[in-house]
């Protein structure tokens, strides 16, 4: 015997008592792969430009997402600037970023990420000169001290990145083939400190690398810079100074200290023979300017209202996230057909079965909220602002969320294996009766694997605190995240439409739905009554 139907025997017949006798299948049947296709097709075009979070093709989906959700006759519940009924959630993020920063010598502007990169940060709103020195690798050791009888007080210092070394690949510091502190990858915070200490005004380190090799550093510090620059829902304020630490080029390096970059080289190289530092006429002048500004970016969670019958105080979220990640530095498009256009297609295929079910006279006893989201790439911001600072349903009221991120491609460890699988996660994590419905519905009317990998709290992924259904359940509503898995295709822009398998999307959609009806027209609410990791 097939142990779906054993399952479904076991689990089904509360659902039966608790549930309304209405047919569901043909509403589920509504939620079509091409009509999933049609949503995505216009969610994950370029002319969404990769949806980010506060940017003009996001507003675009939102629109989208607004206006379809208008057509079902669901109803909008927040309020717009104008006082007016709006199916957006309007509010605003914060970042904080670099307004003009630039540092000029020897005639010539140089420019931040291009030229130079920062490490960490600073403020320094006017344009300011110094004058330079160069110190050479700006170590100061028992046996060895590049400060020795220089004063740089008040000055821009110049320093070559690494530690001196002999012709035979020998540390000056240490004596051996093995380096010292000043040598290890991080030895410019070592540096970083010591000038400071000294009295340096800013701080400039030479880098090693060269050419691509030096265009490479600049994208990885970049990329790791972006930290500095994150969206956040709160205005902050940030621990900066006006002493600077810039990674340089060489060729830059030169044009602060009026020289050649084959003379910085030349003189890297006499110390190492000399084993002791060696005096240099090397200075100059330089002006910098690091402006540190606060932005305000507006961004907007869409929200569409079904409202139910006999139980309306009582609802449902079904989610998803409709943000991307937007465009790339090289100008490609993510589209995010994957992540998280397939969740949101499917938000508004199950918002448009409840809706059709509703118009029949066959409508949900408990209210549903289709909630799509902004910001989850940014770290679940839209989420976190509807369930910490506005939720337009009082959380006491919300009974449970189904979240749906990345949903229609079968993932690398089903490959050749199985294309009827969804993972389930955090079912069980708060109540024991959502798991047991969700099993059950499955049984019932999809019959598809579901995979609990991801529900193992000991799994390295984490993928439970990774989407947005994770700002309710911090809240002790329990949920359910829909999920087919992470592939070679997240966030880059080869996540096209045309890689959506839209049959499985169909199914997986479809297993939504049901197990939404079950929820919201069962008698009982659903029971917390667990507390699992």
Request: zero cysteines; hydrophobic letters at 35%.
């Amino acid at each position: 015997m097939n142990r779906n139907w054993i399952l479904y025997g076991l689990l089904a017949a509360p659902l039966a008592l608790q549930a309304q006798t209405q047919d569901p299948t043909p509403y589920a049947k509504t939620i079509t792969a091409a009509d999933l296709e049609k949503h995505l097709r216009v969610l994950a075009s370029d002319e969404m430009e990769g949806r980010e979070t506060g940017t003009r093709g996001q507003k675009k989906a939102a629109d989208y997402i607004a206006k379809y959700f208008k057509s079902e006759k669901l109803t909008p519940i927040v309020k717009d600037d104008k006082g007016k009924d709006s199916f957006l959630q309007s509010f605003n993020l914060y970042r904080k970023t670099w307004g003009d920063f630039y540092v000029k010598a020897g005639g010539q502007t140089f420019t931040y990420q291009k030229d130079f990169t920062s490490n960490g940060l600073l403020n320094l709103p006017s344009e300011t000169s110094y004058e330079t020195v160069f110190i050479g690798y700006g170590i100061s050791d028992s046996a060895y001290d590049d400060y020795a009888g220089v004063d740089v007080k008040g000055k821009a210092v110049v320093f070559l990145d690494g530690e001196p070394k002999k012709a035979d690949g020998t540390s000056v510091i240490s004596g051996t083939k093995d380096a010292s502190k000043w040598g290890s990858a991080d030895s410019w915070r070592n540096k970083t400190t010591l000038a400071k200490e000294k009295g340096a005004a800013q701080i400039f380190i030479v880098s090693a690398e060269t050419g691509e090799g030096f265009k490479r550093v600049l994208a990885q510090r970049g990329a790791l810079a972006g930290r500095f620059n994150r969206l956040m829902l709160k205005s902050t304020t940030e621990n900066v100074g006006s002493v600077g630490s810039f990674l340089i080029s060489a060729p830059m390096a030169a044009a602060l200290l009026g020289t050649q970059a084959d003379q910085l080289a030349k003189a890297g190289e006499q110390i190492g023979q000399a084993g002791k530092p060696t005096a240099s006429s090397m200075k100059g002048q330089v002006a910098v300017k690091a402006e540190r500004k606060e932005e305000t970016v507006s961004t907007e969670n869409v929200l569409g209202f079904l409202e139910g019958t006999d139980k309306k105080d009582e609802v449902l979220v079904i989610s998803s996230h409709y943000d991307h990640i937007g465009i790339s530095p090289d100008g490609q498009i993510n589209n995010g057909a994957n992540d998280d256009g397939s969740g949101t297609m499917s938000v508004l295929e199950i918002a448009q079965a409840f809706a059709k079910a509703k118009a029949d006279g066959k409508g949900p006893r408990r209210s549903i909220l289709f909630l799509t989201v902004t910001g989850e790439e940014k770290g679940l911001l839209g989420s976190e602002y509807y369930a910490d600072f506005s939720p337009a349903i009082p959380l006491e009221k919300t009974v449970a969320d189904l979240n749906i991120d990345m949903v229609g491609r079968v993932d690398d460890l089903h490959l050749g294996k199985s294309d009827n699988y969804i993972y389930v996660i955090g079912s069980d994590k708060l109540s024991s009766e959502l798991h047991t419905i969700s099993e059950a519905t499955n049984a019932k009317y999809i019959n598809m694997e579901l995979d609990y990998k991801y529900n193992d709290p000991k799994d390295p992924q984490r993928i439970y605190y990774r989407s947005d259904h994770y700002n309710f359940a911090k809240k002790k509503i329990p949920i359910i995240f829909y999920f087919n898995g992470l592939h070679p295709d997240y966030h880059r822009p080869t996540d096209d439409v045309d890689k959506i398998d839209f049959k499985l999307a169909e199914k997986s959609a479809r297993l939504v739905f049901y197990t939404a009806w079950e929820i919201v027209n069962r008698d009982g609410r659903l029971v917390v009554d667990s507390n699992k990791p």
